[in-house]
Structures are given as structure tokens and as C-alpha cells.
């Protein structure tokens, strides 16, 4: 967000130009960040016992579900663990 306002602030040259910017600006605030389902706890749940494994495993079903576009539930997220 900062971004785009600093560059507008660098390229204001019409009214055209700022109502451009205006609706960045609103596209991006009504963007919602996809929040990671799972937690170190979840993998406890599992049986896994503490320590660095669950770091790993937090690591490599997150990178899966990036790759997944952001799109498994929790529920798939855990079978996938389980499947590791």
C-alpha cells in the first residue's frame, strides 16, 4: 500500500492520475491475505513429538499449500501431514 501511494505522490499529474491510484488503492485494501490453517498445535494433535519436526513439517505443508494456491482446508492440510 505504501507503495502505490508513494508512487502516485511521484506521478500526480491529472485528476485522471489520482482516480486511477484511488482505485488501487481500494482493489488492494479489500484484498484478503489468505491466513495459514494449521498451527505447531495441530501437529502435536497428530502424535508428532515436539521438537524440530514440527517446524519441518509446518514448512512443507505450508509450501504445499502455496502451491495449492492458498485453497486446502485445514482438514486436507492435516491428511497431507499424515501422508508425509
Given amino acids: 500500500m505504501d507503495l502505490i ?3 502516485c505522490a511521484k506521478k500526480i499529474r491529472n485528476k485522471k492520475t489520482i482516480q486511477n ?3 488501487t488503492i481500494n482493489f488492494v485494501k479489500k484484498i484478503k491475505k489468505p491466513v495459514f490453517p494449521v498451527q505447531g ?3 502435536l494433535k497428530l502424535g508428532i513429538v515436539p521438537g524440530p519436526k514440527i517446524g519441518k ?3 512443507k505443508i505450508e509450501e504445499w ?3 495449492n494456491n492458498f485453497k486446502p ?3 486436507e492440510c492435516i491428511e497431507k501431514i499424515q501422508s508425509l
Avoid: G, M
Fill in 5 to 7: 501511494i508513494l508512487d
Fill in 21 to 23: 491510484y484511488l482505485e
Fill in 41 to 43: 498445535k495441530d501437529i
Fill in 57 to 59: 513439517y509446518l514448512k
Fill in 65 to 67: 499449500w502455496i502451491k
Fill in 73 to 75: 482446508s485445514k482438514q
